[in-house]
C-alpha cells in the first residue's frame, strides 16, 4: 500500500454549503517530493491540515473517503498517535510557535518533551536541527523577538527535529528572503532523499520546479494535474486560472509568438532550461544566416 | 512630502542592535522597494516613519516634521501603515465600518469620509463586501481590506510590508494594480518585499539592507543586477535579471518586455553577422 493513500476524499468545513476538498484520490510513495501549487482557496490549506490529523481531529466539520498515512486510517487512530508519523508546519508561524517558550532551543524542544524524549538525546537532536536550517545563532533568542522569515525557520525547525516520517509544509517560506528561501528548498530536499515523505503547498514555482519530484495542481477543491514539474508548470491547462508561472515560462511563452524561442521545444521552467532554450535560439539564428 | 532619514540607529530594549546608521532622502511620489535579508531591519526601518517606533539616536522626519515632536495620531495624517499580518490591524465587524474608521479618525466630515471609503473599496476590488465581517474574508481579501483602510486615509506616504506573502499570481496582479493607481495620484509609495520579481515589475527604485544598513540604493536596473552583492544580504536578482546576466546580454533587464528587446537585438544583429 502506498506510504500516503487518499481515496475519494471530500471535505466540508462546519457552516459551510461547499466542500472544500472534493473527491480527492492521491498516492505518495516514501520518500518522495510532492508540490501543491495552486490559487489562493483552491484547498491547498485543508489539504495539508487532512494529511497532519488537523481534520477530523480539531476541525470539526464532514469528511468522507479514506484518508491513510504510514498503514494508519485516520479516523480510526488518535491526534497523539498520528503526530508520531506526522509533522506539519503552518503557513502563518505565529500561529504555531507555542507561547509557552522563552527561546528558540527551547521553543524546538517543545515537541520532543511531549513525547517524552530524553533530555540528553533531546538536547543533541535540537543541536542538530538548528545546524541542519542554519539558525544556531538564534537560539537564545526569544521566538517573539524574531522577524517573520527567521520565525517561519523556527517553526520548520520545530517540526524537523520530531523526525516524522511525513513532512507537510504549507507555504513553509512565504515569509522568507530568497536565498534562504533555496536554502529550506535544499534542506527539504535532502530530507526527502533520507527517506522522509514530503508534501508541500508552495507558489513558488522556480524551486519547486528544481527540487520537488512531482507536482499536483490543485483548482477549486479538486486535483486538475498530477505530473512531473516539468510538464505541469508549463501546461495550459493552468492559464487564467490564478495559477503562478516562472517567469521563465512567461518569457519564453512570449517569445515563442514572436519567433523567438526554438520550434518543438519544451517552454522552461527553470534558469538552466531558459538559459539553454535561449542560447539555442540564438546559435540557430546565426545558422539561419550561414545557409542564407 | 519629503523624507528625510539622518543617521538613524535603533537598538531593541534588551540590546539588539537593528538599525546601524541609515541615511536616506526619499522624494514625494517615489515608488520604493526595500529588499534584504530576514532580520536586516527592513520593518523597523519602516516602523520610524510613522513613530511606531523612535530613533535610538538620528533622526526622521516626515515634510519638516520631526518624529519625535509629534505623536502617532497625527503623524498617521502623513504617514499610513499596512501590516505584514492583517489580523494585527482588522477589529471592526464589516469591512465598511474598517475601512471608514481611519479617515473618520482624521476628523473627516461624513460626506469626505464616505467619498474616500468609497474610492478606496473601488481600488481594492472589494466594493462588493462592504458589509461583511473582515473575518468571514479569506486571508487574501483580509489583506486587501487592511490596504483600503490605509488608501481611506488618503496620506501623502503609504508604507506596505509584505504586500504579496502568501499571495497567489491573480492577487499579486492586483495588488500591483493598486500600486500603479496610487502612483498616478502621486503618492510615495514605500514596500518591503521579499518577492523580488514583483519587486522589478512595480518599483523604479530599490533599497537593499543589510545587518542594519543600507547595502544599495538606486534604480531598480542598477541595483537587481549587482549579483554577488545582493547575496551578502540574501537577495537572488529578479528571475529575469539572472536570465539576462546568464545570457550576457549588454544591459541590464528587470522585466519581460526589456528583457525581449534586448534579446531580440542581439538575435537579430547576430543573424545578420554584426
Not at chain 1, 238 to 252: C, E, I, M, N, P
Not at chain 2, 216 to 233: F, M, R, S, W
Request: charged share 20%.
Amino acid at each position: 500500500m502506498p506510504f500516503v493513500n487518499l481515496q475519494n476524499v471530500t471535505y466540508k468545513y462546519p457552516l459551510t454549503d461547499k466542500p472544500v476538498l472534493e473527491n480527492i484520490d492521491l498516492q505518495v510513495e516514501e520518500g518522495e517530493f510532492v508540490a501543491i501549487i495552486g490559487p489562493n482557496g483552491a484547498g491547498k490549506s485543508t489539504l495539508c491540515y487532512t494529511l497532519s490529523g488537523f481534520i477530523p481531529h480539531f476541525y470539526k466539520g464532514e469528511l468522507s473517503g479514506r484518508v491513510e498515512v504510514a498503514g494508519l486510517e485516520t479516523r480510526q487512530s488518535t491526534l497523539d498517535e498520528w503526530v508520531l508519523n506526522v509533522g506539519l508546519a503552518f503557513q502563518n508561524p505565529f500561529n504555531q510557535i507555542s507561547g509557552a517558550k522563552y527561546t528558540v532551543f527551547e521553543e524546538i524542544a517543545f515537541g520532543l518533551e511531549n513525547i517524552g524524549v530524553p533530555r540528553d538525546e533531546m538536547k543533541e537532536r535540537v543541536e542538530r536541527a538548528l545546524e541542519m536550517t542554519g539558525i544556531r545563532d538564534l537560539a537564545d533568542r526569544s521566538p517573539y523577538s524574531l522577524s517573520g522569515g527567521q520565525q517561519q525557520r523556527v517553526a520548520l525547525t520545530s517540526i524537523l527535529v520530531m523526525e516524522p516520517r511525513l513532512l507537510v509544509l504549507d507555504e513553509p517560506t512565504s515569509q522568507m528572503d530568497p536565498i534562504g528561501t533555496r536554502e529550506v528548498f535544499g534542506v527539504v530536499r535532502k530530507m526527502a532523499e533520507r527517506g522522509m515523505t514530503v508534501i508541500l503547498a508552495e507558489h513558488k514555482v522556480e524551486w519547486i520546479a528544481q527540487f520537488a519530484d512531482r507536482v499536483i495542481a490543485l483548482y477549486e477543491g479538486r486535483i486538475l494535474l498530477d505530473g512531473k514539474p516539468g510538464q505541469v508548470l508549463t501546461s495550459e491547462l493552468l492559464d487564467g486560472k490564478g495559477f503562478g508561472l516562472s517567469r521563465y515560462t512567461s518569457v519564453a511563452r512570449e517569445a515563442q509568438k514572436q519567433g523567438l524561442w526554438p520550434k518543438g521545444r519544451r517552454l522552461p521552467v527553470t534558469l538552466d532550461e531558459a538559459e539553454a532554450g535561449f542560447s539555442l535560439s540564438r546559435s540557430r539564428a546565426r545558422q539561419g544566416e550561414g545557409a542564407a | 512630502m519629503n523624507i528625510e532619514i539622518l543617521d538613524l540607529h535603533h537598538t531593541y530594549p534588551g540590546g539588539v542592535k537593528a538599525l546601524n546608521g541609515i541615511t536616506l532622502t526619499i522624494a514625494p511620489g517615489e515608488q520604493v522597494a526595500i529588499v534584504g535579508q530576514n532580520g536586516a531591519g527592513k520593518t523597523t526601518l519602516v516602523k520610524h516613519l510613522n513613530g511606531l517606533l523612535l530613533p535610538t539616536s538620528g533622526s526622521v522626519s516626515i515634510g519638516g516634521w520631526d518624529t519625535t515632536q509629534y505623536p502617532v495620531a497625527k503623524l498617521a495624517s502623513r504617514v499610513g501603515y499596512v501590516f505584514q499580518n492583517p489580523d494585527e490591524q482588522l477589529f471592526t465587524r464589516t469591512v465598511y465600518q474598517e475601512v471608514a474608521f481611519g479617515p473618520k479618525n482624521l476628523g473627516y466630515e461624513k460626506e469626505k469620509v464616505e467619498a474616500l471609503v468609497e474610492d478606496a473599496l473601488t481600488l481594492t476590488e472589494l466594493t462588493a463586501q462592504k458589509e461583511t465581517n473582515p473575518y468571514d474574508l479569506s486571508p487574501t481579501w483580509r489583506k486587501m481590506v487592511a490596504l483600503a483602510s490605509i488608501i481611506a486615509m488618503d496620506t501623502p506616504i503609504v508604507v506596505l510590508d509584505e504586500p504579496t506573502t502568501g499571495q497567489d499570481a491573480a492577487n499579486i496582479a492586483r495588488m500591483g494594480r493598486v500600486i500603479a493607481s496610487l502612483r498616478k495620484r502621486g503618492k510615495t509609495i514605500i514596500t518591503i518585499t521579499h518577492d523580488i520579481d514583483f519587486c522589478a515589475e512595480n518599483f523604479e527604485r530599490v533599497i537593499a539592507l543589510a545587518q542594519g544598513g543600507v547595502l544599495l540604493d538606486g534604480p531598480a536596473n542598477q541595483v537587481l543586477g549587482q549579483e554577488e552583492i545582493l547575496a551578502q544580504t540574501y537577495v537572488d536578482p529578479p528571475q529575469i535579471t539572472r536570465l539576462g546576466l546568464r545570457l550576457g546580454l549588454p544591459e541590464i533587464v528587470c522585466t519581460q518586455e526589456q528583457f525581449l528587446r534586448v534579446y531580440k537585438k542581439l538575435a537579430s544583429s547576430r543573424a545578420e553577422g554584426l
